[in-house]
C-alpha cells in the first residue's frame, strides 16, 4: 500500500516560515491536501491540488509538491498555527485514500 | 455552506455493529460534484479514510475495511449512514462525516462533521 511520511513535529518562532514535508513514492504526480487540525476540533482543509487555498483560509499558508515530496508553508507564522498538520494524497492504484502520519507545529 | 452532523450511539459492544448516521443542511446529496464520506481517528492517532458514496449510489472503501464496512445514503431525508460490523476495540475512534470532491482530482476534505466519539466495550 502506498505511504505517506511526515516528521513527528516541527518547531518554529513566530513571525518565521514553517516548512512541513511529506514524502512518497512519486508524489509528485499525485495530487496533495493539507489539513490542520487543533486539538479537540475537526480538521480543516488549508490547502487542496497541492497549491490552492480554499476560500477563508489565511494567505500565509501555501504548498508545492515535486518530485518525492509536497510540502506546506506557512509563511509568518502565528501562535494560531500550532496545531498538527496532516497530507493526503490519492492512492489511483489501490482506490485509497492515505493520509501522512501528521506532524505537530509548535510556535515558541 | 454546507453542514455537517453526525449522530449514533457512543458505546458499541465488541463483535456488535457499529451503526451512524450524518445528517446534511446547505447542500444536496444528489448533487453530481460531490462525494459523501466517513474519516475516523483512533484516540492519539492520526486520520483514516473509511469509505465514501457518491450521488449515483456508487461507493467506495479502504481495501483495510472492505468485506466489513457499508455507506448507504437515503436523499429523501438528506443523510447518509455507516455500517460496520463485527467491530472491535480497535474501531474505537471519532468518526467524521466529510464532503469531497473527485479524490483524483485533487478536491480533497473540504467539509467536515464535528466528529462523534464512539467507543468498543463490552
Known amino acids: 500500500s502506498y505511504e505517506l511520511t511526515q516528521p513527528l513535529s516541527v518547531s518554529v518562532s513566530p513571525g518565521q516560515t514553517a516548512s512541513i514535508p511529506c514524502s512518497g513514492d512519486r508524489l509528485g504526480n499525485k495530487y496533495v491536501s493539507w489539513y490542520q487540525q487543533k486539538a479537540g476540533q475537526s480538521p480543516v482543509m488549508v490547502i487542496y491540488q497541492d497549491n490552492e487555498r480554499p476560500s477563508g483560509i489565511p494567505e500565509r499558508f501555501s504548498g508545492s509538491n515535486s518530485g518525492n515530496t509536497a510540502t506546506l508553508t506557512i509563511s509568518g507564522t502565528q501562535a494560531v498555527d500550532e496545531a498538527e498538520y496532516y497530507c493526503?494524497?490519492?492512492?489511483?492504484?489501490?482506490?485509497?485514500?492515505?493520509f501522512g502520519g501528521g506532524t505537530k507545529l509548535t510556535v515558541l | 455552506q454546507v453542514q455537517l452532523q453526525e449522530s449514533g450511539p457512543g458505546l458499541v459492544k465488541p463483535s456488535e455493529t457499529l451503526s451512524l448516521t450524518c445528517n446534511v443542511s446547505?447542500?444536496?446529496?444528489?448533487?453530481?460534484?460531490?462525494?459523501w464520506g466517513w474519516v475516523r481517528q483512533a484516540p492519539g492517532l492520526g486520520l483514516e479514510w473509511i469509505g465514501s458514496i457518491y450521488s449515483s449510489g456508487t461507493t467506495y472503501y479502504t481495501p483495510s475495511l472492505k468485506g466489513r464496512v457499508t455507506i448507504s445514503a437515503d436523499t429523501s431525508k438528506k443523510q447518509f449512514s455507516l455500517n460496520v460490523r463485527s467491530v472491535t476495540a480497535s474501531d474505537t475512534a471519532v468518526y467524521y462525516c466529510?464532503?469531497?470532491?473527485?479524490?483524483?482530482?485533487?478536491?480533497?476534505?473540504?467539509?467536515w462533521g464535528q466528529g462523534t466519539q464512539v467507543i468498543v466495550s463490552s
Open positions: 466529510v464532503r469531497h470532491g473527485a479524490m483524483a482530482d485533487g478536491y480533497g476534505f473540504r467539509h
Open positions: 446547505g447542500g444536496s446529496i444528489s448533487s453530481p460534484t460531490y462525494y
Open positions: 493526503q494524497a490519492w492512492d489511483s492504484s489501490n482506490k485509497d485514500v492515505v
